[in-house]
């Protein structure tokens, strides 16, 4: 039987029969796809067809990503334009970058400066005193032109992030071109310090290892514990209430709390100091400072320039004003009349002294304001450190560097600056650091020592014989008479003579005037009245010395420009005042500059110094203090105990010539009354005194929020 689909061959062997060949070999069969359905290229093709088909269907989802895209892009290009270096002079408060621009004209006309034919140079950077680094190019170099790859130009963009365009910044002082003196130019002085190394190598340590300790047992530190406060500061300039701002903050970082920093101008050289000390500074931009004073327990804003922050953050938040306490820190009427209107609505008002307390109320009451509570008062004090090195007892003596080994270690320190600065012991130096302005009265110095230097003062000491010297007791003058007429007299008589004084002492007054006249004397002081008057008159000669002036600080940014240059003018136009002035710059390491020194003046003109954190670190260091007899100054100096007090303005001038004469003449009593000044600090000037204050105020700044 015949099968279907098998056919023999001859021999008789069975084959199967081939699979018909398909009708077509088109690769659209059905069998040629069945077939080569596995192969993977073809299946890749048809999936990146499916995938364009998918991009076609959703076309309009397609457009709005790139649209975003681009949207993105352009939003990007645009901060990356508003916030960078395009165009940056257009910019509203733009500062540019810490560079030192300098120019000079050799063929200036004497109407263009006052002092004609020399060499003057402007600086625009703000000065960093002894803290700025030293350029590794050398001295005298050009610094390389950073371009757009380096460094430099991120920190630009920095500057320009600090400086906020719309800022609450309110200066009665414009901003100026400070006026740089030669340091080897003979007409004007010259130029000394600073002497950061001498200072670092004799007490042995710097800056940066010297830290104070908080007194954890006082109030202070038991109010400010874990709470949050933000401090407001007009400028972080080298001058008096920055640097009170600043010390408060370090003790109340040291305290435990939180502190931060809203710096209204940048201008200054403490930016750098307070980010050493660890001290967060906020940018003044937009609402950022006043979203931080909403945050914290206490603001504390740190001047009358303040005002327009207090008025700008009180429109926001009208609630925050139980939250400000204003420490003023000016004392002259153009500062009153342009805060009078804020006074109420703060919740406290703090002043230095009680004289600069008075006259703002005074002022208050005649324009019939009402403030919320009675002022209450923070006097200032000399900060730990130079307590320190002044030789004062602080938080920062050890075993190692006690009280007394710093005493030595200054005078060691006095030694070396004097030597570097080519001053020797048969030299008086008269110096004041206050920022160079009218109000400080540095011209008025210059004049007064040109007229001691040309004997052209009349000496007022014989008259201080006549009537008596209130500064020196009667046991004072006996007994350095004793001492000098001991050569010629017996022991015995020596002995008399100190057993007649201390009856004296018993009278009524604790002090009497020493009158060489008869009817004041007794018959003992009469037989030795004649050898008195040739002593005094002999060491009034011999004792006399050469007197020197140092003045700072230049560099400051609350000098003004026109009175620097009519200073430098009257030294080149006297050729004598060459050679006796001196020129430091601005600093906050000043302890090698008081150490030097033998008088501290103090001229301020106006209403006088609110306070004067300068005389009160001159006295740490025992220097007697000349100041004028207005202000705050009358409070810290006792005239002729501490210091002598002068009137102010040109009368002033003469009556301050004559104690710097007198000072001349006179070093026993100079010391004296620099011992004395040194002991008044250490009773009543230390920081225990200025925190114990603050507590006051922070306690009834809590009671009355609760």
Not at 591 to 596: K, N, Q, R, V
Request: proline share 4%; glycine share 6%; charged share 25%.
């Amino acid at each position: 039987m015949e099968e279907t689909g098998e056919t023999g061959d001859l021999h008789g062997n069975i084959r199967l029969n081939p699979i018909p060949a398909p009708a077509s070999d088109s690769k659209n069969s059905p069998s040629f796809r069945r077939f080569h359905s596995t192969r993977t290229p073809r299946r890749n093709s048809r999936s990146g067809s499916n995938g364009l088909q998918w991009l076609r269907s959703q076309r309009v989802v397609f457009w709005l990503i790139l649209i975003a895209l681009w949207a993105y892009i352009g939003f990007y290009v645009q901060s990356t334009w508003a916030h960078g270096d395009h165009r940056k002079t257009d910019f509203v408060g733009y500062k540019s970058e810490a560079v030192s621009v300098r120019t000079q004209d050799n063929t200036a006309k004497p109407s263009d400066s006052l002092v004609s034919g020399v060499i003057t140079s402007v600086v625009k950077e703000p000065n960093l005193g002894e803290e700025k680094t030293s350029d590794s190019n050398g001295p005298g170099k050009e610094k390389p032109t950073p371009t757009k790859s380096s460094p430099r130009k991120r920190g630009r963009r920095m500057l320009r992030k600090v400086k906020p365009k719309d800022s609450a910044v309110e200066s009665i002082d414009s901003e100026f071109e400070d006026v740089e003196i030669p340091k080897g130019n003979s007409s004007f002085g010259l130029m000394v310090g600073p002497f950061n190394d001498i200072e670092d190598r004799i007490v042995g340590l710097t800056p940066q290892k010297r830290k104070g300790k908080c007194d954890r047992e006082g109030e202070f530190a038991r109010l400010v514990w874990t709470r949050y406060f933000l401090l407001i500061f007009h400028e972080l300039s080298m001058t008096g209430a920055p640097l009170s701002m600043m010390e408060l903050a370090t003790e109340i970082l040291r305290c435990g709390g939180n502190v931060k920093v809203v710096a209204l101008s940048k201008k200054g050289g403490l930016t750098w100091e307070i980010a050493r000390r660890g001290i967060e500074i906020i940018e003044d931009k937009g609402d950022l400072s006043f979203k931080a004073a909403m945050k914290a327990d206490l603001v504390i804003v740190g001047s009358a320039v303040s005002t327009s922050w207090i008025e700008q953050y009180l429109r926001r938040n009208p609630a925050g004003s139980s939250q400000l306490v204003w420490w003023i820190m000016e004392n002259r009427q153009e500062y009153f009349n342009r805060s009078k209107h804020m006074l109420s609505k703060v919740n406290m008002l703090a002043f230095l002294s009680d004289m600069q307390s008075k006259q703002w109320l005074s002022w208050c009451e005649e324009d019939k304001i009402k403030l919320k509570t009675q002022p209450m008062l923070v006097p200032l004090s000399v900060n730990d450190d130079l307590a320190f090195l002044a030789g004062l007892p602080s938080s920062l003596n050890t075993p190692l560097f006690t009280a007394k080994k710093m005493v030595e270690k200054r005078n060691l320190l006095r030694d070396e600056v004097r030597k570097s600065m080519g001053i020797s012991d048969k030299d008086m130096l008269v110096m004041t650091l206050s920022s160079i302005n009218p109000a400080k009265g540095q011209l008025l110095l210059l004049e007064a020592a040109r007229l001691v230097a040309e004997r052209n003062v009349t000496y007022r000491y014989p008259t201080l014989l006549e009537k008596g010297m209130s500064a020196l007791s009667h046991e004072d003058e006996l007994q350095a008479a004793a001492l000098h007429l001991n050569t010629n007299k017996t022991e015995k008589q020596v002995k008399d003579i100190h057993q007649l004084d201390s009856k004296k002492k018993k009278r009524k007054h604790s002090r009497l005037t020493y009158n060489l006249s008869s009817s004041s004397l007794t018959k003992a002081d009469e037989q030795i009245r004649p050898q008195i008057r040739n002593l005094l008159s002999e060491n009034a000669v011999s004792e006399e010395e050469n007197l020197k002036v140092l003045v700072g600080s230049f560099g400051s940014k609350s000098n003004k420009a026109h009175y620097v240059k009519a200073m430098l003018g009257f030294v080149s136009q006297n050729s004598n005042m060459s050679k006796l002035v001196f020129w430091t710059r601005a600093t906050t390491r000043v302890a090698s500059l008081y150490a030097a020194a033998d008088v501290y003046v103090l001229n301020a003109q106006g209403v006088g110094e609110t306070f004067g954190r300068v005389t009160i670190e001159a006295m740490a260091f025992g220097l007697p203090v000349l100041g004028t007899n207005a202000g705050g100054t009358r409070e810290i100096v006792e005239d002729n105990v501490t210091g002598l007090l002068h009137p102010l303005g040109r009368e002033g001038r003469e009556a301050l010539a004559q104690n710097i004469l007198h000072f001349l003449k006179n070093p026993s009593e100079r010391k004296k009354m620099g011992t004395r000044g040194r002991q008044k600090v250490q009773e009543s000037y230390l920081k225990q005194r200025t925190y114990s204050e603050m507590a006051r105020v922070l306690a009834k700044f809590m009671k009355a929020r609760l």
